[in-house]
């Protein structure tokens, strides 16, 4: 029987996942390309490509909360299967490192206004982009009225199957690797970099 308590040991979680990647800095080869379509329609997600590199050197390490994504990136992965983009919001505040589930309430409060002309002022063109789904936004700070006066960010990221364990999504709670004092974009943290008990928590969803 799998121990809860370390299941959701958040905290333990991201300090090992962050030794973990520190004794196992990716190279170079491990850096991709951006998908042809991405270039070809100039897509903005591109800038995800060209500081990937970067991100990797010296970004940091933190939760995430998924916000949307492309729904294919919740299904098993057949032959033909996608890589795609997702909106997410995280913080490099160390108050999430035990409680990344509470970034969900923002998340939550910003999607329910998707699709609707209800959304406040202050939140009016984060809404637009989440209902658009191919506009990005990149390392927006949340207005503290939906975040208890946390630096909470609303990012688009790229999300490759690869970097998920069994190529898919499975929760809405995973690391990524950023840095907004400098740089634009975030990336999600491979998964051999996960420690095992969150890997299993993962799969749970």
């Known amino acids: 029987m799998q121990n809860l308590e370390a299941l959701y040991d958040f905290e333990n979680h991201l300090d090992t996942a962050r030794q973990i990647y520190k004794e196992n800095l990716p190279k170079p080869k ?113 207005p503290h009225s939906i975040t208890d006066g946390r630096d909470i960010y609303y990012t688009s990221i790229f999300v490759i199957r690869k970097h998920l364990p069994k190529k898919k999504l499975s929760s809405s709670i995973f690391p990524v690797i950023t840095d907004p004092s400098k740089y634009t974009s975030t990336i999600l943290l491979p998964c051999c970099y996960w420690p095992k008990n969150f890997v299993d928590y993962f799969n749970l969803g």
Request: glycine share 4%; proline share 5%; hydrophobic share 40%.
């Open 30 to 142: 491990d850096c991709l390309m951006a998908p042809e379509w991405v270039v070809s329609q100039k897509d903005k997600l591109e800038i995800i490509f060209k500081e990937q590199s970067q991100l990797y050197k010296d970004g940091k390490i933190v939760w995430a909360h998924l916000l949307q994504a492309n729904s294919a990136l919740f299904t098993k992965p057949l032959f033909g299967a996608f890589d795609a983009p997702a909106a997410i919001v995280y913080s490099t505040d160390e108050y999430f490192n035990d409680k990344p589930q509470e970034l969900g309430a923002p998340a939550r409060k910003l999607f329910s206004y998707k699709d609707t002309d209800k959304a406040p002022e202050d939140v009016k063109k984060l809404v637009g982009s989440i209902t658009n789904e191919m506009d990005r936004l990149f390392n927006v700070k949340l």
